[in-house]
């Protein structure tokens, strides 16, 4: 678990980088389209679109975008039509990788993903290869502030969650794919804030690597993050914490 969060919040910080040239918004607007398309355009009935409008303004996307994507799917504005593909794949070292995509063009977008993998030692594998290895929960980043370990314990088991691990700069809490919204929302109720709150894939083993095959995990993280059709990257990589503080 240690190595998804601090990886999590090196993408935070990346991903706050990236939102001021418009990297982020493009990939969060693609992601309200799908889910506005899969369940409708009003958040108060569809979990998933008001999970997507949350994590946009986390990260400072204005409402007319927010509004706009949320046309676009719902048929009130042309735009293009985006599909949701996942694609499975090994890094260096033997560490599972799982590509989460929304594109208007899966060829373009399966090409774009082997040759990443290629170029940054790891290879994209076939459907079903490394699935087993992830499992669907709901997962919320509080950050360390006035809050003391047993009150946002106490808070998130009340709520629902499954479990709670102490980082340096977070409580990182777990829960069920079907309790996340109602744990995140009473979490809410209670005044916490969130780095993230998002459902997620999470490792159930993990793959310790170090030296050159870390350093190439970490580029292949980047360079899989920065393709515009990619949503989210999963691995179950276990890298020691003196380089993922260099990556950041």
Same mark, same amino acid.
């Given at each position: 678990m240690s190595g998804h969060s601090k990886w999590h919040n090196i993408r935070l910080r990346k991903g706050k980088q990236d939102a001021e040239r418009g990297k982020v918004f493009t990939k969060l607007s693609r992601e309200i389209i799908a889910a506005a398309r899969e369940g409708g355009g009003n958040p108060d009935g569809n979990v998933r679109l008001r999970?997507?409008?949350?994590?946009?303004?986390?990260?400072?996307?204005?409402?007319?975008?927010?509004?706009?994507?949320?046309?676009?799917?719902?048929?009130?504005?042309? $735009?293009?039509? =985006? #599909?949701?593909?996942? !694609?499975?794949g090994y890094g260096p070292g033997g560490v599972a990788v799982m590509v989460r995509t929304l594109t208007d063009n899966r060829n373009r977008t399966v090409a774009e993903i082997r040759n990443t993998f290629s170029k940054n030692g790891g290879n994209?594998?076939?459907?079903?290869?490394? $699935?087993?290895? =992830? #499992?669907?929960?709901? !997962?919320?980043?509080?950050?360390?502030g006035s809050r003391s370990e047993d009150e946002v314990f106490e808070a998130a088991i009340e709520a629902g969650a499954e479990d709670l691990t102490v980082e340096d700069e977070t409580y990182d809490v777990t829960t069920a794919p079907t309790d996340f919204t109602a744990v995140r929302d009473a979490l809410e109720e209670q005044g916490f804030e969130f780095l993230t709150a998002e459902p997620t894939m999470l490792p159930r083993n993990t793959v310790a690597i170090e030296g050159k095959e870390a350093e190439q995990m970490?580029?292949?993280?980047?360079?899989?993050?920065?393709?515009?059709?990619?949503?989210?990257?999963?691995?179950?990589?276990?890298?020691?914490?003196e380089v993922l503080a260099a990556a950041s």
């Open positions: 999970t997507a409008i949350q994590k946009a303004r986390s990260q400072s996307m204005p409402m007319d975008r927010i509004q706009g994507a949320i046309d676009r799917a719902t048929g009130n504005v042309e $735009g293009a039509i =985006f #599909e949701e593909a996942t !694609f499975e994209l594998g076939e459907t079903g290869c490394v $699935g087993f290895v =992830f #499992e669907n929960k709901g !997962f919320l980043s509080i950050p360390k970490i580029r292949l993280m980047e360079a899989l993050e920065d393709l515009d059709d990619v949503q989210q990257v999963y691995a179950n990589f276990d890298i020691p914490d």
